[in-house]
């Protein structure tokens, strides 16, 4: 091998090295609500000939594969099925995962996976899916010398934020529900 051959080959190695970054680790959304896992090329390499895997604990199982130019169909995990697409701009090096309808099951920690013909690199999103919440108040009260009262007063999310004074006690307790 002469040496205008490795320069070449070393020449096209570099142009072929990428790093897959997530701007931010975390990403929270609600519930029914849709959510974007960003996932982008450094630099942004034009994507469309990489094979592309967005996986949840099994990268044998992925929520979206793409490859050979598309995505696949029906490749892995069937609670993703219709519900998961790249955001279009693979030629701009960004492979974002779009996730509709959320669930709680959705959430936990999603690895974006590009491969070329010679280089891999991966990054990792965590993903909360918030549920409902339902704030209340729980008042207790006396009636006579032995009886106790409890009265639950429930206010919307984005109603009243404090407790009304109900009686001689009360405790806001705030909780998730599915």
């Known amino acids: ?15 072929s090295a990428f790093s897959v970054f997530v701007p931010n680790g975390s990403v929270s959304e ?10 982008g090329l450094t ?6 000939m990489f094979d592309l895997r967005w996986y949840k604990n099994d990268y044998n199982n992925p929520v979206l594969l793409y490859k050979d130019l598309k995505v696949q169909e029906n490749p892995g995990d069937a609670q993703y099925r219709g519900r998961v697409s ?23 920690e999603y690895v974006c996976f590009v491969k070329s013909d010679i280089w ?3 990054a990792s999103v965590n993903l909360i899916v918030r549920g409902k919440m339902l704030n209340f108040c729980l008042a207790l009260s006396r009636a006579g010398n032995q009886t ?3 009265s639950l007063v429930f ?4 109603g009243m934020k404090t407790c009304p004074h109900i009686g ?8 998730t529900a599915p």
């Open 155 to 158: 206010f919307s999310l984005f």
């Open 43 to 48: 630099p942004a390499l034009n994507a469309k």
């Open 86 to 108: 790249l955001i279009g701009e693979l030629d701009k090096g960004n492979v974002s995962l779009r996730l509709e309808n959320l669930t709680l099951a959705d959430g936990g």
């Open 148 to 150: 106790l009262r409890a």
């Open 1 to 15: 091998m002469d040496c205008s051959m490795i320069c070449s080959m070393l020449l096209i190695f570099i142009a």
């Open 30 to 39: 609600r519930k029914g609500s849709s959510a974007v896992l960003p996932c």
């Open 120 to 122: 891999y690199e991966k």
């Open 168 to 175: 001689p006690l009360w405790v806001r307790l705030d909780i």
